[in-house]
């Protein structure tokens, strides 16, 4: 699709959308991960769901998606650099927690991943105004 064939207020509005999804992704795997702690470690349900390797790579397809589409549209608007590199840096953490073992350093790479990317959305509807 031409990059006119929609108004520049729609095209604001879905970048925007986009940016907003991309901090809603990143709240639902925080708190799946907070979860995943409370119920396998405290109450010991729902490893086998939870802790799936599928749930994990979707979460990071997702988030590389949004995050792609939202911050380099965003780039091409305002041509700031930051909201790219901070999300760049908070994939790359989440990336990284695929291939440790579960437990406290995949927990603690993906929380700080999120949060990093989540920070990048707000970076870049910060920077697109």
Same mark, same amino acid.
């Given at each position: 699709?031409?990059?006119?064939?929609?108004?520049? %207020?729609?095209?604001?509005?879905?970048?925007?959308?986009?940016?907003?999804?991309?901090?809603?992704?990143?709240?639902?795997?925080?708190?799946?991960?907070?979860?995943?702690?409370?119920?396998? $470690?405290?109450?010991?349900?729902?490893?086998?769901?939870?802790?799936?390797?599928?749930?994990?790579?979707?979460?990071?397809?997702?988030?590389?998606?949004?995050?792609?589409?939202?911050?380099?549209?965003?780039?091409?608007?305002?041509?700031?650099?930051?909201?790219?590199?901070? %999300?760049? %840096?908070?994939?790359?953490?989440?990336?990284?927690?695929?291939?440790?073992?579960?437990?406290?350093?995949?927990?603690?790479?993906?929380?700080?991943?999120?949060?990093?990317? $989540?920070?990048?959305?707000?970076?870049?509807?910060?920077?697109?105004?």
């Amino acid at each position: 699709m031409p990059q006119n064939a929609l108004p520049p %207020a729609s095209r604001t509005s879905l970048r925007r959308r986009l940016d907003q999804m991309g901090i809603g992704l990143a709240g639902l795997c925080a708190v799946h991960c907070l979860l995943t702690l409370l119920l396998v $470690s405290a109450l010991g349900l729902g490893g086998h769901f939870l802790l799936a390797e599928s749930i994990h790579r979707i979460g990071l397809a997702l988030a590389l998606v949004v995050a792609g589409a939202a911050i380099g549209w965003g780039y091409v608007r305002h041509g700031r650099v930051l909201p790219f590199l901070v %999300a760049l %840096a908070g994939l790359a953490l989440m990336a990284a927690a695929l291939v440790v073992p579960h437990g406290a350093n995949e927990f603690l790479l993906t929380l700080v991943g999120v949060a990093l990317v $989540s920070g990048a959305h707000l970076l870049n509807l910060r920077a697109a105004r």
